[in-house]
């Protein structure tokens, strides 16, 4: 187990409480934990909020609970229940000194909305830091088994940016990022919680991860066929403005360094809206040309080798660009009011933030090492360029969907010398790979379009999927 110093170091470096930097510590130990199970690796399959910090984005915000899909229906019993979060329990201990007390362990059986058995467990934990008094800190589990798993479950190594990460990472089972995305859209149609707000606007705002939304239509139409509930529209939210606004601040500010206006986000519903309904794509702004000799980082801020000063100074900045927020920014004596869009270093060694000043709409750029200090502020900016800030966008879809790949297919795929053997009639124009999202087979299209005609997959068996993802260009 790591030392409470690390966690307050870290705690100041992102400019959040400790007790939520060592929740998001221990819960990566129990995910751990979890897929340290045999029975559970592909019976529990990762989702939720926390699944997007975890596995996804590592600056999204910090989560508190862990969710899953049950595959296994007998996984949902009050005595295998309970020996399983025991050897969970036992495997976390012995690899890393964190407690979870047996005798404090709740597992709670419920009825859901649809009439279906689930389960939520709470698991006390005794952390690096010791806890206040009233008891100690809960995470909760929840657990469902009626939910439809449209896209073959993933493997991913976890984010865990603490000093006893194991040597070969954190290896769990979790939603295909489609999925994950498609599902906070049927929630935030289904409760509107902030939260779910939070979240569609951050990940529609990342155009590097951004799906073709006819993906995310087509598992999103699937899921809500399921659920037998309408897909979410834009006249339907408002509904739920009044609430949404009364509990954007005690449901988020937690969770985040500075709590965005809850009006930057809601204002780009119409937008997200429009992009998933009709596929019209947001007109993105350029980015900052690369001076001569420069280099672009996109490093996490924990991981760059500077002063827990500069990292801290970094987090914010990066922080407030991923939630369009402008900076105050002290440099050499004076405040300045910048919206942040891109670190690079420079030929001779320098660090420098590229920026626009609010007050007269310059670029400006600024030696992070003479930055006096760093503030986020409630104003909201519109981009002028694209925000380069944080690392880019992880959902590789051809990586994502190759773990359900057969090691033929892989082969195929990663094999230089098979792949410099494809036939002359390839290089006469532009050739699109589209993975068919029911069978996996690869198919090879001239015109870049997701749907897909009916085919036989790699057992020669017919598949009737309608739709595919963009794995690969061939030219």
Not at 1 to 22: A, K, W
Not at 290 to 308: D, V
Not at 397 to 414: D, E, G, I
Not at 462 to 468: E, T, V
Request: with cysteine; aromatic share 8%; hydrophobic share 35%.
């Amino acid at each position: 187990m790591i030392n409470r110093g690390e966690i307050l170091n870290i705690s100041r470096t992102l400019g959040l409480l400790p007790h939520v930097v060592e929740k998001d510590y221990v819960l990566g130990w129990v995910l751990a934990g979890i897929y340290s199970q045999k029975n559970l690796t592909k019976g529990w399959v990762f989702k939720g909020g926390t699944c997007l910090k975890k596995c996804y984005f590592e600056t999204h915000r910090f989560s508190e609970d862990l969710d899953f899909t049950l595959v296994e229906p007998h996984h949902i019993n009050q005595y295998s229940l309970a020996d399983i979060l025991h050897q969970i329990g036992e495997w976390v201990y012995v690899q890393t000194g964190i407690e979870l007390p047996q005798e404090l362990q709740d597992i709670d059986f419920y009825e859901n909305p649809r009439g279906t058995l689930s389960c939520q467990c709470k698991l006390s934990y005794k952390g690096p830091i010791a806890p206040s008094s009233g008891g100690l800190p809960r995470i909760k589990l929840d657990l469902t088994l009626d939910e439809i798993l449209v896209l073959p479950p993933v493997e991913r190594t976890i984010c865990h940016d603490y000093s006893d990460l194991p040597t070969d990472g954190i290896r769990i089972i979790c939603y295909h990022y489609a999925e994950a995305f498609a599902e906070k859209v049927r929630a935030l149609g289904a409760r509107a919680r902030p939260r779910d707000l939070y979240d569609v606007i951050n990940l529609y705002r990342n155009s590097e991860a951004r799906l073709s939304a006819s993906v995310v239509l087509d598992v999103l139409e699937q899921k809500c066929a399921h659920r037998k509930i309408p897909i979410p529209v834009l006249h339907r939210l408002e509904k739920f403005r009044d609430d949404l606004e009364g509990s954007w601040q005690s449901m988020l500010g937690h969770q985040l360094q500075d709590l965005p206006p809850v009006k930057s986000f809601w204002e780009v519903l119409p937008e997200f809206f429009r992009w998933l309904e009709t596929g019209e794509k947001p007109i993105e702004p350029a980015n900052y040309e690369l001076a001569s000799g420069e280099t672009l980082i996109r490093e996490r801020t924990l991981r760059l080798p500077f002063s827990a000063r500069v990292r801290s100074y970094l987090e914010i900045i990066r922080f407030a660009g991923t939630n369009r927020l402008c900076v105050d920014l002290n440099y050499n004596g004076s405040v300045q009011r910048i919206e942040p869009y891109s670190l690079r270093l420079t030929l001779d060694g320098n660090v420098i933030l590229h920026a626009t000043r609010v007050s007269d709409g310059g670029h400006r750029s600024y030696r992070i090492d003479r930055i006096q200090n760093a503030k986020t502020t409630r104003e909201s900016f519109i981009p002028r360029f694209a925000v380069e800030l944080n690392p880019q966008g992880p959902p590789d879809t051809p990586q994502t969907a190759s773990s359900s790949l057969s090691s033929s297919q892989k082969n195929r795929r990663t094999n230089p010398e098979r792949s410099r053997s494809r036939p002359k009639a390839w290089s006469n124009g532009t050739r699109y790979v589209h993975q068919c999202m029911m069978c996996d087979k690869r198919l090879i299209r001239k015109t870049n379009t997701t749907r897909l005609r009916p085919h036989k997959d790699e057992f020669s068996y017919p598949c009737s999927g309608r739709r595919g993802i963009l794995v690969d260009t061939l030219f």
